[in-house]
């Protein structure tokens, strides 16, 4: 079982990490909307401006003890949500430079430890 200052730690640091990236996504949502399937209905800016709200809120509640667990429900929830985006990105990459391909490639199963550390989150709050 982990410490209270360490979990404190892990909930900051990942609810940081995704109020960060909620804002980059409404600041700067173009390289964004690349990654949303075709298969979704409606603009992928709509998707992008909606996933960047999505986190700064899941960011939000991990960033305070009080809503901490529900946070961490949430943002595994919303790392889940957004693997199809990466796959995406892999894909449509498959034909780019070796070092994009790469990029792509290697954030695939670098959502499965930020799922994990959402649910520890989650468990430990």
Do not use: C, K, Y
């Not at 909620?22 to 390289?31: E, T």
């Amino acid at each position: 079982m982990s410490s209270a200052p360490a979990a404190a730690r892990r909930a900051l640091l990942l609810g940081g990490a995704l109020t960060g990236m909620g804002l980059l996504h409404l600041v700067r949502p173009a390289p964004f909307d690349g990654l949303i399937p075709r298969a979704l209905p409606g603009p992928a800016r709509a998707w992008t401006l909606g996933s960047g709200v999505a986190e700064l809120g899941v960011g939000a509640l991990l960033l305070h003890p009080r809503t901490r667990r529900g946070g961490g429900w949430a943002a595994a929830a919303l790392f889940a949500g957004v693997w199809p985006g990466n796959v995406t990105m892999a894909w449509r990459a498959r034909r780019a430079s070796p070092a994009r391909r790469t990029v792509a490639i290697v954030r695939l199963p670098l959502q499965l430890p930020l799922i994990g550390a959402a649910l520890r989150v989650a468990r430990e709050a």
